[in-house]
């Protein structure tokens, strides 16, 4: 199945949505190509690209919460580990959530290997939710507005 045939099932909104969650999972699959070229050979008006973004990045957190989920359910099993990581991570008081956030929007560190390290740090799944969505929609609203000036 392609992002094409998706869509043509689903609508481009459903289908953003869609692929956005799978490619969360599968990163061969590329959200940020399937914006990117949506943008550039369809168009959209700023209501629409408003709409994929919001999609792209509710498919994208509803791909990596189970990832996360299975995070934490691991690291509860390996306590003596996490509670020395935590500690270290301690001495910088909110740095897990800014490198979260700064992954969710850069892709750096990878954006797989972060929400898999905040469900194992047991970042609160609220604040967890609040910086994917807010990051992603950041990092796909860049894409989108470059692709459009590029039409």
Do not use: N
């Amino acid at each position: 199945m392609t992002a094409d045939s998706i869509v043509a099932a689903l609508g481009i909104y459903a289908g953003t949505a869609v692929v956005g969650a799978v490619s969360a999972v599968f990163p061969l699959l590329s959200i940020e190509v399937f914006l990117a070229g949506f943008v550039v050979v369809r168009g959209a008006s700023p209501t629409t690209a408003a709409l994929l973004v919001a999609c792209a990045a509710l498919g994208q957190l509803a791909g990596k919460l189970p990832i996360y989920s299975a995070a934490r359910g691991v690291a509860a099993l390996q306590r003596d580990r996490v509670a020395r990581l935590r500690r270290w991570l301690d001495r910088w008081a909110s740095a897990p959530h800014l490198v979260l956030a700064a992954s969710a929007v850069f892709g750096l560190p990878p954006f797989s290997i972060m929400a898999t390290a905040a469900g194992a740090l047991a970042i609160r799944v609220k604040p967890f939710c609040a910086i994917v969505l807010a990051g992603r929609a950041a990092r796909f609203a860049i894409i989108v507005a470059i692709a459009a000036a590029a039409r």
